[in-house]
């Protein structure tokens, strides 16, 4: 249980924490930034417990399916996520990214591991309808922040249900780190061909103060370094059903720290869309529960 509560904490902080950075640096800049530190963190840790062999044990399959995995967390759902935070407010990034295991039971039900039932139609239906509630302006006019934080969701949802099976095979630790490395090399790559990195990105890094130095210095160890490897723990500890209630417990957690640490308002359709998110992965859970 320590994992998953570490990891809940960790996780539930990401969009709180980056928020006030948006103004400061480019969202792709720093996700570059915090998974760089991460994967230091990592590999920092793997070389003092002696685990830096164990990379000689992975196979060219092992290899490419986890740089393919970490090009989609690091360089495709986490860029979007950052994006979310920079367009929308934090608690709204935080629970429409936490509609993931929606699209986990959709997922599964494209590849045959679910059937496309009555019990798993209306949960879905009810937590999309919950994303609309969510961020609603002018009627259906949902703005770049939800559809930014729809995509983190979806991919991440994608990428939790192949490390599942990635992890039957290799230590959480190793499988971040080769994860992280070509994430982070994919990152690096777009930004230098998209010309991200300017003059203004290097002067707003030197006018940086105290505060905003020790926010990413956590954003790479605590949240990208540990909250990852806490994670992985959590998943091969735990069922993939049990380990889901993470992202169940994370909206009203992220919510909280934004009301009182950035001050963030947020009215009744967002407690509305909220609960209905909750409610439609609640329903996944003990539908599959019962199922497994």
């Given at each position: 249980m320590?994992y998953?509560?570490?990891?809940?904490?960790?996780?539930?902080?990401?969009?709180?924490?980056s928020?006030?950075?948006?103004?400061?640096?480019?969202?792709?800049?720093?996700?570059?930034?915090?998974?760089?530190?991460?994967?230091?963190?990592?590999?920092?840790?793997?070389?003092?417990?002696?685990q830096?062999?164990?990379?000689?044990?992975?196979?060219?399959?092992?290899?490419?399916?986890l740089?393919?995995?970490?090009?989609?967390?690091?360089?495709?759902?986490?860029?979007?996520?950052?994006?979310?935070?920079?367009?929308?407010?934090?608690?709204t990034?935080?629970?429409?990214?936490?509609?993931?295991?929606?699209?986990?039971?959709?997922?599964?039900?494209f590849?045959?591991?679910?059937?496309?039932?009555i019990?798993?139609?209306?949960?879905?239906?009810?937590?999309i309808?919950?994303?609309?509630?969510?961020?609603?302006?002018?009627?259906?006019n949902?703005?770049?922040?939800?559809?930014?934080a729809?995509?983190?969701?979806?991919?991440?949802?994608?990428?939790?249900?192949?490390?599942?099976?990635?992890?039957?095979?290799?230590?959480?630790?190793?499988?971040?780190?080769v994860s992280?490395?070509?994430?982070?090399?994919?990152?690096?790559?777009?930004i230098?061909?998209?010309?991200?990195?300017?003059?203004?990105?290097?002067?707003?890094?030197?006018?940086?103060?105290?505060?905003?130095?020790?926010?990413?210095?956590?954003?790479?160890?605590?949240?990208?370094?540990?909250?990852?490897?806490?994670?992985?723990?959590?998943?091969?500890?735990?069922?993939?059903?049990?380990?889901?209630?993470?992202?169940?417990?994370?909206?009203?957690?992220?919510?909280?720290?934004?009301?009182?640490?950035?001050?963030?308002?947020?009215?009744?359709?967002?407690?509305?869309g909220?609960?209905?998110?909750?409610?439609?992965?609640?329903?996944?859970?003990?539908?599959?529960?019962?199922?497994?």
């Open positions: 320590l998953f509560f570490l990891t809940l904490f960790f996780f539930s902080t990401l969009e709180i924490a928020k006030p950075l948006m103004g400061l640096l480019d969202p792709f800049f720093l996700t570059l930034i915090r998974f760089s530190i991460g994967l230091i963190t990592i590999l920092f840790f793997m070389f003092l417990s002696g830096g062999k164990s990379f000689f044990k992975l196979t060219r399959k092992q290899i490419i399916t740089g393919l995995l970490g090009v989609l967390n690091v360089f495709f759902s986490m860029s979007m996520l950052q994006l979310a935070v920079k367009t929308s407010s934090a608690s990034a935080a629970v429409v990214f936490c509609s993931n295991p929606l699209f986990v039971l959709m997922f599964s039900i590849n045959g591991e679910a059937k496309a039932s019990k798993n139609i209306v949960p879905i239906l009810l937590g309808a919950g994303v609309v509630f969510v961020k609603v302006d002018n009627g259906l949902l703005d770049h922040g939800v559809i930014y729809l995509l983190a969701s979806v991919s991440f949802a994608f990428y939790t249900v192949l490390n599942k099976k990635i992890l039957k095979k290799t230590n959480p630790m190793t499988t971040n780190a992280f490395l070509f994430g982070v090399i994919a990152l690096f790559l777009f230098l061909l998209s010309g991200r990195i300017n003059n203004d990105s290097i002067t707003n890094i030197k006018n940086f103060d105290l505060g905003s130095i020790l926010t990413i210095l956590y954003l790479g160890v605590f949240v990208s370094g540990l909250g990852y490897f806490t994670f992985f723990k959590t998943l091969q500890k735990y069922s993939a059903v049990s380990s889901s209630y993470i992202f169940l417990l994370k909206p009203s957690i992220a919510t909280i720290l934004a009301i009182i640490l950035l001050g963030e308002r947020v009215g009744l359709n967002f407690w509305v909220m609960l209905m998110i909750v409610s439609g992965g609640i329903m996944i859970l003990r539908t599959r529960k019962k199922a497994g």
